[in-house]
């Protein structure tokens, strides 16, 4: 079907504000990723879901910051009271599978780009 | 520590010149190496992957390299188009398949 979605595709916030960043990844796919992109830096990553297991947290860089996702299909990013640091360009992907020796292709979204005032 | 280096971090060529980008990695042990294409504005889009065992993959006019004794990678770009001014991100797996690095990028620039 369809690559992976996200919205809003820009945000623009007050700081303080509490924000949500949707990922509607590729249907079937059990393995999905949010990712940060601030300007002209690389990825960096903040979470991964696969299936039905815990969520690996490890790149989260605050507990402002929590994702879920639900079904096993769309994903919600969250950022609680933005700071302006929070500006950048969050990225969701998904893959078909995870794990083990990857041949796993990542599928971009277009992603959100967040501003915070 | 897990690393992927990019260079250079920035290029800018004429329309029709060839190029090369490089990638150098410290990730243990190794799975595969995807180069990604990104436009501006745009998600990343894979270009190659290459495992262990292969040394040379193309797609198109993108030519990619793996050395991986030296753990180096390179993308080579024939008869560049204005299409290809991006960023080109290199990404390394580890052996368990769930631990991607991401180098910074190379933004390549093609003017007319």
């Known amino acids: 079907g369809a690559g992976v979605s996200q919205s809003p595709s820009n945000k623009v916030t007050e700081k303080g504000k509490d924000v949500e960043l949707r990922c509607d990844p590729i249907?079937?796919?059990?393995?999905l990723y949010w990712y940060r992109q601030s300007l002209g830096q690389g990825l960096e990553f903040l979470i991964y879901?696969?299936?039905?297991?815990?969520?690996?947290k490890s790149g989260l860089p605050s507990d402002r910051f929590s994702a879920e996702r639900t079904g096993g299909s769309v994903s919600t990013l969250t950022i609680q009271r933005t700071q302006q640091e929070d500006s950048a360009v969050y990225l969701c992907?998904?893959?078909?599978?995870?794990?083990?020796?990857?041949?796993?292709?990542?599928?971009f979204g277009p992603g959100t780009r967040l501003t915070v005032l | 520590k897990n690393q992927v280096e990019q260079s250079p971090q920035s290029l800018i060529i004429l329309e029709g010149k060839n190029c090369t980008l490089q990638?150098?990695?410290?990730?243990?042990?190794?799975?595969?190496l995807r180069w990604y294409k990104q436009d501006t504005g745009r998600g990343p889009v894979s270009l190659t992957i290459?495992?262990?065992?292969?040394n040379t993959k193309s797609n198109g006019r993108y030519t990619a390299t793996l050395d991986a004794d030296t753990k180096q990678s390179s993308l080579h770009i024939t008869a560049s188009q204005l299409s290809d001014s991006a960023s080109y991100i290199c990404?390394?797996?580890?052996?368990?398949?769930?631990?991607?690095?991401f180098g910074p990028g190379t933004r390549l620039s093609v003017l007319p």
């Open positions: 290459m495992t262990f065992s292969e």
């Open positions: 992907a998904s893959s078909l599978v995870s794990g083990g020796r990857g041949y796993n292709e990542q599928f």
């Open positions: 990404v390394v797996t580890n052996n368990y398949g769930q631990n991607f690095v």
């Open positions: 990638c150098n990695y410290t990730v243990s042990p190794f799975s595969n």
């Open positions: 249907s079937g796919h059990t393995a």
């Open positions: 879901f696969q299936g039905n297991s815990a969520p690996d």
